[in-house]
């Protein structure tokens, strides 16, 4: 599928890796609607690319349906969901106070691995009535799980797991849509320059670059946008996850 052709719907996609995407999109001549919570900078992003922007909780599945279905009828049509929302999840099973509340487990969960289901059902649902394309194919789902579904730290327990179900589910949801020509494929990406960063202390930054044997740097959202495109793209690419990570493997903390 070229890009020139996508109509995408991107969550978390008002900033970071969710907005690199989207720009991506809209400059080869696609149609990207962002999908986030956060209504102020939802706002911003969208009178900085000209397009939509829709507040969805990715947990819910009726926002997520009535959100898919504005969509739909905004690019009169939809044949790509990039699943970048997410939150980190940071925290030790035995605190130093306490152990870890599940609560606070299931929300990592919930957002991360369920909220991504709940995006990528839904727009299966939309996309298996579309017209085939090239070899049959109406459309593409790309997850954004993380290294750290392989190499989880020291108090990523829930973030490691949310990620690793997305690892997970992704060849048996590929091989379940394959019938409806819907390709699953899921990125893995290693330390990006994120707005989080951006707030650290310079020293924390360098410390977090040097960490990657090469190149010896964080990674940009345009990287990982360009990545997306190519999947988007590239039609014999199904069913597995792809690292991008500068060849970082994380040690335990």
Request: charged share 15%.
């Amino acid at each position: 599928m070229q890009l020139e052709h996508v109509k995408a719907v991107v969550t978390g996609g008002v900033s970071g890796l969710g907005l690199a995407t989207v720009k991506h999109i809209l400059a080869n001549g696609g149609q990207a609607v962002m999908l986030d919570v956060n209504d102020e900078v939802g706002a911003a992003a969208a009178s900085e690319t000209g397009t939509r922007y829709i507040h969805t909780d990715v947990t819910s599945e009726e926002a997520v349906a009535n959100a898919l279905d504005q969509a739909t009828d905004h690019m009169d049509g939809l044949n790509a969901a990039v699943n970048c929302a997410g939150i980190i999840g940071a925290g030790r099973v035995l605190g130093r106070e306490a152990p870890m509340a599940l609560s606070f487990f299931v929300t990592t969960i919930n957002v991360n691995l369920i909220g991504s289901f709940n995006v990528a059902k839904s727009a299966a649902d939309r996309m298996q009535h579309n017209d085939a394309g090239a070899d049959g194919e109406r459309g593409i789902i790309i997850n954004t799980a993380s290294v750290a579904a392989y190499e989880g730290q020291i108090g990523q327990a829930a973030y490691s797991a949310s990620k690793a179900g997305l690892v997970g589910m992704t060849l048996p949801m590929a091989r379940e849509l394959a019938r409806f020509g819907i390709r699953v494929v899921t990125l893995a990406p290693g330390i990006f320059w994120t707005p989080m960063v951006d707030g650290m202390p310079e020293h924390i930054q360098e410390a977090l670059s040097a960490s990657i044997p090469f190149p010896s740097r964080l990674g940009r959202p345009e990287e990982f946008a360009e990545l997306a495109g190519n999947v988007i793209e590239s039609g014999y690419l199904n069913g597995t996850t792809i690292r991008l990570d500068g060849a970082v493997r994380l040690a335990p903390k």
